[in-house]
């Protein structure tokens, strides 16, 4: 399984945008999608994450501003971000769960100025 993450940039505090995650190889089913970020200095945390059947979590820091969806059929994972700050700056990584393996994608960076 390999991860390909997209839709990073430079946006202004309030602005918003939107990332997306494609997973690719021989795949059956992939039980778990999500999105962790990871600030300079700081440890990578999870930001959301989607069940296949559609269960979300969300960090307490981005509720009501990001909303994670996927796609089954297409193997996505998106995340919209809305009323971004300054301190959503990060590299946002993509994650999956498949078959009790975690899969990793690159990583897109997103800063936010203020």
């Known amino acids: 399984v390999q991860l390909q993450a997209s839709g990073g940039g430079l946006v202004q505090a309030g602005g918003s945008l939107g990332l997306s995650c494609a997973a690719t190889?021989?795949?059956?089913?992939?039980?778990?999608m999500g999105w962790y970020r990871q600030a300079p200095g700081k440890q990578r945390e999870l930001v959301a994450q989607?069940?296949?059947?559609?269960?979300?979590d969300y960090a307490n820091s981005i509720k009501g501003r990001f909303t994670i969806s996927r796609d089954n059929a297409k193997n996505m994972v998106y995340l919209q971000m809305n009323s971004l700050k300054p301190e959503d700056t990060a590299i946002y990584y993509c994650?999956?769960?498949?078959?009790?393996?975690?899969?990793w994608g690159q990583g897109t960076l997103v800063t936010v100025s203020s």
């Open positions: 994650k999956a769960i498949y078959q009790g393996n975690a899969y």
């Open positions: 190889g021989t795949i059956y089913s992939i039980s778990l």
């Open positions: 989607i069940t296949r059947r559609g269960s979300t």
